[in-house]
């Protein structure tokens, strides 16, 4: 098992991450014997795995009282978080119960938000079990919930005490929740790192098919990237944006079609296209980069298509109220070259519409 730790001005935790690795005592050193907990969950994770994961729980001599959400992006809401909320206050947990999310970004998302705010704030971990929230959801203390008006509006920022990501979660996972979290995986490497993108080229078969290894060290990877830049800016004040690239259009496209169709991965892929093309429009990389890039993308099977029935201009009413967005004025994250990004500020309208326009099949 490999322990990762990311250090913040406030707080310093473990990312486990490995194989099995609930039998490794040390993952559990957050929780004390008598010890109360929610697990936090869905309908589909609960079946798959919940049983198994109480289990480690109950032999630790840790209490565990359950709360089951539904499925999916869309339930991502303020309700949601009221729903756990009464269903704290109702088993009477207090300042000292820690809440567990066992799910995917929805479910960490929901319930890191609602451990920022019950209470004033109380304890919880992260076990992920999608490959999105593995290399990317669980880690850095995003919280929050989508608004109609746009995606993660709601939030906070609150650390987990612990990340445990256990690979044998991916072997549930369907292909399309797979292909969503080698997205944001593909991500990093544009961004970040161009000798891992390279890897990625030549092995992004071995990622598709769970293989074993690659699987491993892609997540530590990307762990490994983001921490480094969460320790240095918690509060995406600078280098944080960087882990944003196609962002800004996905969560357009994942807003318009109202968190239902098109999973964030999926989204955040066109949305990568988009950016490239901005930057291809702008003559900021090279035709042969910007080329390797949509191939990755497209050899991860993933979608390089703007959705048919989003018109470009619908694309405007989403990234004007942007995080990264100042007044109104859009602000995108383009890649310059492989491993490199820049941030453009006041990106004129008519560039993102000849770029979203430019992805349509
Ligand atoms: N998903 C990007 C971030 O955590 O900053």
Redesign the pocket.
């Known amino acids: 098992m490999k322990k990762i730790f990311l250090q913040t001005a406030s707080h310093t935790y473990p990312v486990n991450i490995g194989c099995n690795i609930f039998n490794a005592q040390n993952v559990f050193h957050p929780f004390q014997v008598g010890d109360r907990c929610v697990l936090v969950t869905n309908h589909t994770i609960s079946i798959l795995w919940k049983q198994k994961i109480v289990k480690y729980f109950l032999k630790k001599k840790i209490s565990v009282d359950e709360f089951i959400l539904s499925d999916g992006e869309n339930y991502k809401t303020l309700n949601s978080v009221h729903l756990l909320l009464t269903f704290l206050l109702k088993k009477l947990h207090d300042r000292n119960s820690m809440l567990v999310a066992l799910g995917g970004g929805v479910i960490g998302d929901i319930t890191g938000f609602a451990a920022s705010i019950y209470q004033r704030g109380i304890r919880f971990v992260q076990i992920p079990t999608t490959l999105l929230s593995q290399v990317?959801?669980a880690i850095?203390g995003?919280t929050g919930v989508n608004h109609e008006l746009g995606k993660n509006m709601i939030g906070t920022f609150w650390q987990p005490e612990s990340v445990i990501t256990d690979i044998n979660f991916l072997s549930t996972l369907p292909y399309k929740q797979l292909i969503s979290g080698i997205s944001e995986v593909i991500k990093y490497a544009i961004s970040f790192d161009d000798a891992f993108f390279q890897w990625l080229e030549k092995n992004i078969k071995k990622i598709l098919s769970l293989e074993l290894d690659s699987v491993l060290y892609c997540i530590q990877k990307c762990c490994e990237l983001?921490i480094n830049i969460?320790s240095t800016d918690e509060r995406?004040k600078s280098s944080?944006l960087l882990?944003?690239l196609g962002h800004t259009f996905g969560h357009a496209i994942e807003a318009y079609f109202e968190y239902s169709s098109w999973l964030h991965g999926e989204a955040v892929a066109v949305g990568m296209v988009m950016a490239i093309q901005v930057s291809k429009t702008l003559g900021m990389i090279n035709t042969n980069n910007a080329k390797r890039m949509i191939n990755l993308i497209k050899n991860a099977d993933l979608p390089i298509y703007a959705p048919q029935d989003m018109c470009p201009e619908s694309y405007l009413k989403y990234m004007v109220r942007d995080k990264k967005s100042y007044s109104g004025n859009i602000q995108l994250i383009i890649p310059i070259a492989i491993g490199q990004l820049t941030i453009l500020k006041n990106v004129k309208k008519n560039i993102i519409i000849s770029a979203v326009k430019a992805c349509f099949k």
């Open positions: 990317d959801a850095g995003k983001k969460v995406e944080r882990l944003n």
